[in-house]
């Protein structure tokens, strides 16, 4: 059972930026993959492969948002710069098993409000 815990979110103004923590225990993360998520239908932000690190992003982010990993500390970041009030939403770090197509774990979300 692998458990996830968001931090980091909060009110910024547009322009800012914001770092997202996604603390991840219960399991060994070598076949899974992590992903960033957003509003109540889970919108893909970004997405990482957690043993190669390779990334993708969806276009509305791209340039803007960077997601990586800390393997020692078992934890996601999602950094966020030139944030625009369209960011604002509610983001949901996700898990899934690398062969998996669907996400079978996720955090409680964390807000993020981007004022204009």
Partial sequence: QVQLVESGGGLVQAGGSLRLSCAVSGSSLEHYVMGW?????????????????????????????????DKAKSTVYL???RLKPEDTAVYY????NFGSRDYDYWGQGTQITVSS
Avoid: L, P
Avoid at 38 to 60: K, L, M
Avoid at 93 to 96: H, K, N, P, S, V
């Fill in 93 to 96: 770090c996700a898990a899934r």
């Fill in 37 to 69: 998520f957003r509003h109540e239908d889970r919108e893909f932000v970004a997405v990482i492969n957690w043993s190669q690190g390779t990334t993708n992003y969806a276009d509305s982010v791209k340039g803007r948002f960077t997601i990586s990993r």
């Fill in 79 to 81: 950094e966020m710069n």
